[in-house]
């Protein structure tokens, strides 16, 4: 098997994306696991795949099309080459839907409180 050469890492936080992954059809789970694949790899990542959201604090989408189905993962990078997974939907509209994107923000902001409170008990 042959060492890949990994730009990033991308990490799920708590059971938000699994409980997402678990319950798409094995054709949608196999290009989700082609595209993290990417992410993890590619030094740059063309927007087909990974995609700033316009007026959110630092969100962004993971872009997966499997036949006519579109899906949506919100991540979020922490200190540059750490792609954290948050929430996934089934995208059925033009628009993302805001309570997607309220969802995923809120989770962001979990991991970052959680994340800082961690440092603090650490130095301590």
Do not use: C
């Not at 319950?23 to 990974?50: C, F, G, H, S």
């Not at 989408?61 to 979020?76: H, M, P, T």
Request: hydrophobic content about 35%; aromatic content about 12%; overall charge positive.
């Amino acid at each position: 098997m042959e060492q890949k050469n990994l730009v990033r890492t991308v990490i799920f936080y708590k059971n938000h994306f699994d409980d997402f992954f678990k319950i798409q059809r094995l054709k949608v789970q196999t290009k989700i696991l082609w595209i993290i694949d990417l992410l993890e790899e590619l030094e740059i990542i063309p927007e087909t795949y990974l995609k700033h959201l316009e007026n959110t604090d630092g969100l962004y989408e993971v872009r997966i099309q499997q036949g006519s189905d579109i899906f949506r993962i919100f991540s979020f990078f922490d200190e540059g080459k750490l792609i954290v997974l948050a929430n996934g939907f089934q995208k059925k509209t033009q628009k993302t839907p805001k309570k997607e994107i309220e969802k995923a923000l809120k989770i962001k902001t979990e991991y970052e409180m959680e994340k800082n409170t961690n440092k603090k008990k650490l130095k301590q």
